[in-house]
């Protein structure tokens, strides 16, 4: 019987010890202030969120990790709509611990220098 009461003790321990980055809280619906315009994101489940944002009919899609959400933008534009490299790329938006703001980056396609993206939400769904 104290075998099995350590056994158990230490699987919660060692539960207890997984680290931050698989823990999710957040949940990334709603409505939010950003550098590019104002966006609109929709969490499906727990790992994939869909969006668009105001710049040139932005559209945003990703899956979460953890904290952050790694995935993809597009935009509309006269030559190459929705296209990489000019007109699509690579994000990865990290949010806070009070879900209120997030921190994050963007590129074109899926190399090269990272520019900011910054948000903060204004309403939640």
Request: aromatic share 12%; glycine share 12%.
């Amino acid at each position: 019987m104290r075998r099995n009461l350590w056994i158990g003790a230490a699987a919660v321990l060692m539960l207890l010890s997984l680290p931050a980055a698989f823990a999710q809280s957040c949940d990334w619906t709603g409505t939010w202030e950003t550098n590019w315009g104002e966006m609109e994101l929709q969490q499906h489940g727990n790992n994939t969120v869909t969006g668009t944002y105001t710049h040139d009919n932005g559209r945003i899609s990703g899956t979460i990790l953890g904290d952050v959400l790694i995935g993809t933008w597009s935009e509309d534009a006269q030559e190459d709509p929705y296209m990489p490299p000019y007109n699509a790329g690579e994000v990865e938006f990290t949010i806070s611990d009070d879900c209120s703001s997030f921190d994050g980056r963007w590129r074109y396609g899926s190399s090269g220098e990272w520019g900011s993206w910054s948000g903060t939400r204004i309403m939640e769904r």
